[in-house]
């Protein structure tokens, strides 16, 4: 067991120059703040309904990451690894705090990023966030690598059918999907190449949230990310597939935002 310690407190909104920050909605009374890592080949701008829903709570700032490669940094080289988007997030979060409480929500890939910042603000000595949320993803240790090289376009266009995340329009416009397909590849590419290292339980609570239907996160490896808090564990299972996120925006905003009601204030379990 980890004692509880000093928590992360928010970027300033001047940080929003910072090539990670994608997207940042400031509250007009805050009280606390969300980063979002988004899941493998999306960008901040997909989580732009989510923020806007999100917006009717003026004490929550929201800020969603925006990784190398794709949206407004499409020119960019994708990220190498896990480890290196987590420090990259990392880094960027110890260096600019303005007190306010922050908490880490993943979404898919975006869940494993979270888990790894934790994991390296601890190993930093730096204040950790309040609270971790982690959706559509099984719990690291399940992880399963392929060890195979870049996926072909056939394979990447047949698991974002699989995942039912990409309008079928999209999928079936070439002109307007190839652009984004490197650093789709490239991400699909990280992420079945990601070998998780034994990791601490940190004194973080975590709330996983999956779909039903979703085919990438059998019930009991949810259920595994409880093994990865020392403090607080909750999950949580609704209506939709992979991308409940938008089948089921309504009751993923209403799950996460009670977690962070919950935790936002005092100090954690």
């Excluded at 730096?126 to 996926?151: D, E, M, W």
């Excluded at 808090?229 to 935002?257: P, Q, T, V, W």
Aim: a negative charge.
């Amino acid at each position: 067991m980890i004692e509880t310690g000093t928590y992360l407190s928010a970027p300033r909104v001047a940080e929003q120059t910072n090539p990670w920050v994608g997207l940042h909605r400031p509250a007009t009374a805050s009280q606390a703040q969300i980063v979002i890592a988004p899941y493998a080949g999306g960008n901040a701008s997909g989580f732009f309904s989510w923020m806007k829903e999100v917006g009717a709570e003026d004490w929550l700032d929201v800020i969603i990451l925006q990784p190398p490669g794709r949206g407004a940094r499409h020119r960019e080289e994708p990220v190498s690894s896990l480890e290196a988007y987590a420090e990259q997030v990392a880094d960027l979060l110890v260096q600019s705090q303005s007190g306010l409480p922050v908490f880490l929500m993943g979404y898919s890939m975006g869940a494993i990023v979270c888990h790894l910042v934790s994991q390296r603000l601890f190993a930093l000595g730096a204040a950790l966030p309040k609270g971790l949320i982690v959706a559509a993803r099984k719990a690291p240790q399940y992880q399963r690598t392929s060890g195979g090289g870049p996926l072909t376009r056939d394979q990447i266009l047949a698991r974002l059918k699989r995942l039912q995340g990409t309008p079928e329009a999209l999928l079936n416009n070439r002109e307007m999907l190839d652009p984004y397909l490197d650093s789709i590849s490239a991400e699909f590419h990280i992420v079945d190449n990601f070998v998780p290292r034994p990791s601490r339980s940190l004194p973080i609570p975590v709330a996983a949230i999956s779909g039903l239907d979703d085919p990438e996160t059998p019930l009991m490896e949810v259920f595994g990310w409880r093994q990865h808090s020392s403090a607080e564990f909750e999950a949580h299972f609704i209506e939709g597939g992979h991308f409940f996120m938008n089948s089921n925006r309504a009751e993923f905003i209403d799950l996460a935002l009670r977690f962070i009601r919950k935790h936002k204030q005092g100090a954690t379990p």
